[in-house]
T-cell receptor, first 114, second 114 residues
Framework: AQSVTQLGSHVSVSEGALVLLRCNYS??????LFWYVQYPNQGLQLLLK??????LVKGINGFEAEFKKSETSFHLTKPSAHMSDAAEYFC????????????FGKGTKLTVNP | GAVVSQHPSRVICKSGTSVKIECRSL??????MFWYRQFPKKSLMLMAT?????????EQGVEKDKFLINHASLTLSTLTVTSAHPEDSSFYIC??????????FGPGTRLTVL
């Protein structure tokens, strides 16, 4: 069984500051890990994914995440926040493969202050 | 690439009526599609897994007779909410499995039952 914990339901940063959104997972099998972003009243957009290749994964819009097996973490970072990054971010885990069920964290709402 | 559409984007219906939501993968074929429900300020809850040409697999607690799923082709899955009631009001999101390692999400359908 898989589970995801996102620490912090709300994160607020200043424009230009580092963005760090935390995600810890639990999985009984080698996991596939994903970060999705959701803007108000829209579906989810894939930011990046880890599927057992390189542990440092680069995604769209300047985001990246590092898979750390020893810490069971997959934190999302961006060096410099932009106003357009304000959104809800979801971390998700699956047992591997797109046909496997995704288990989502509860989400972190990112606010970017001018 | 990897575009998933949903129709309608918003629907308002009277209690007791049925509503059909379509999910289409526009530029790829999807053997598997998923249907999620998202409550306000909450994470996504998987309702069912839809497999082309076979019966859907429902998650525990989801009424299969109320939420009818049909995956008639490799690019189309439909969710029909039968005899809708106000408690069925929600944001419904579908996703499609592309290349067997990633789910791509539709923009969602906002259902309001009066």
């Amino acid at each position: 069984a898989q589970s995801v914990t996102q620490l912090g339901s709300h994160v607020s940063v200043s424009e230009g500051a580092l963005v760090l959104l935390r995600c810890n997972y639990s999985s009984s099998v080698p996991p596939y890990l994903f970060w999705y972003v959701q803007y108000p009243n829209q579906g989810l957009q894939l930011l990046l994914k880890y599927t057992s290749a390189a542990t440092l994964v680069k995604g769209i819009n300047g985001f990246e995440a590092e898979f750390k097996k020893s810490e069971t973490s997959f934190h999302l970072t961006k060096p410099s926040a932009h106003m357009s990054d304000a959104a809800e971010y979801f971390c998700a885990v699956s047992g591997g493969g797109g046909s496997e069920k995704l288990v989502f964290g509860k989400g972190t709402k990112l606010t970017v202050n001018p | 690439g990897a575009v998933v559409s949903q129709h309608p984007s918003r629907v308002i219906c009277k209690s007791g009526t049925s509503v059909k939501i379509e999910c289409r993968s526009l530029d790829f074929q999807a053997t598997t599609m998923f249907w999620y429900r998202q409550f306000p300020k909450k994470s996504l809850m998987l309702m069912a897994t839809s497999n082309e040409g076979s019966k859907a697999t429902y998650e525990q607690g989801v009424e299969k007779d109320k939420f009818l799923i049909n995956h008639a082709s490799l690019t189309l899955s439909t969710l029909t909410v039968t005899s809708a009631h106000p408690e069925d009001s929600s944001f419904y999101i579908c996703s499609a499995d592309r290349s067997r390692d990633t789910q791509y999400f539709g923009p969602g359908t906002r259902l309001t039952v009066l």
